[in-house]
């Protein structure tokens, strides 16, 4: 009987080793609805079983693996040296979007985000340079690759609480995380966009939000 049925309202996509995958042809079930028949002791099929992300369900993409070089020896000792200051670069990346001048009129109180504080994590100017190898990429002039406490809290406001908001924590995938940080970082000095391209970029902020509205 379950086979009359199989055969009547859906048809064969392929064959695992746990079962047979059938997609649905039933015009009251669901589009994309796949069931495995799967095999019993008795000779007679299992009740179906729902699973879209699958063998060959329709419509399912694999997502592509994402490769992005880890951390040296040495920087994965500096990064435990430097625990501190990991915690507070991590601050900016998570939150300093909350402390962002978004407001051209400057008609808007700045928030004030305590999580960005250097002092919260033990971080005082001393006049000690502390090595950001591992820890924050930026352009520095030497290969020592020091800052001091003052210098690394300047760049990471410029960066993260200017005039762009960046919010990138939420992203799943790790390595799509740090390669997005160490790009933001690595080349927000070098953006320098002329009159022209500032006026492309409003004009398609623009036409986004009126149909953003209008949708």
């Given amino acids: 009987m379950w086979k009359s049925f199989v055969n009547k ?13 059938w997609r649905h042809k039933h015009p009251t079930l ?3 609805y796949t069931s495995r028949i799967l095999p019993c002791a008795s000779g007679s099929a299992a009740l179906f079983k729902r699973c879209y992300h699958e063998d060959v369900v329709y419509g399912y993409r ?5 490769e992005y070089s880890d951390y040296s020896p ?21 939150s300093g979007h909350r402390a962002t001048d978004l407001d ?15 002092a919260r994590y033990g971080l005082e100017e001393t006049g000690e340079k502390l090595s950001i190898d591992g820890i ?17 809290n300047k760049i990471l ?6 005039r762009v908001a960046f919010e990138f ?14 790009y933001v970082e690595a080349t927000s000095k070098d953006i320098n966009h002329g009159k022209a391209k500032k006026r492309r970029f409003y004009e398609l902020l623009a036409r986004s939000e009126a149909s953003r509205l209008c949708i």
Wanted: proline share 7%; glycine share 6%; hydrophobic share 35%.
């Fill in 169 to 182: 924590e939420h992203i799943p995938e790790i390595a799509e995380r740090r390669w997005f940080a160490d």
């Fill in 104 to 118: 051209p009129l400057g008609l808007q109180k700045r928030e004030h985000v305590p999580e960005l504080d250097p």
């Fill in 74 to 94: 040495e920087q994965l000792a500096n990064r435990q040296k430097q625990a501190a200051l990991v915690c507070l670069v991590n601050a900016y990346r998570s």
């Fill in 62 to 66: 694999v997502p592509k693996e994402v």
């Fill in 157 to 162: 406001e410029e960066i993260y609480c200017g």
């Fill in 30 to 32: 669901a589009p994309g």
């Fill in 136 to 152: 924050l990429e930026v352009p520095v002039s030497g290969s020592a690759k020091e800052l001091s406490i003052t210098e690394i």
């Fill in 9 to 21: 309202h859906s048809y064969k996509l392929g064959s695992s080793a746990t079962g047979n995958v």
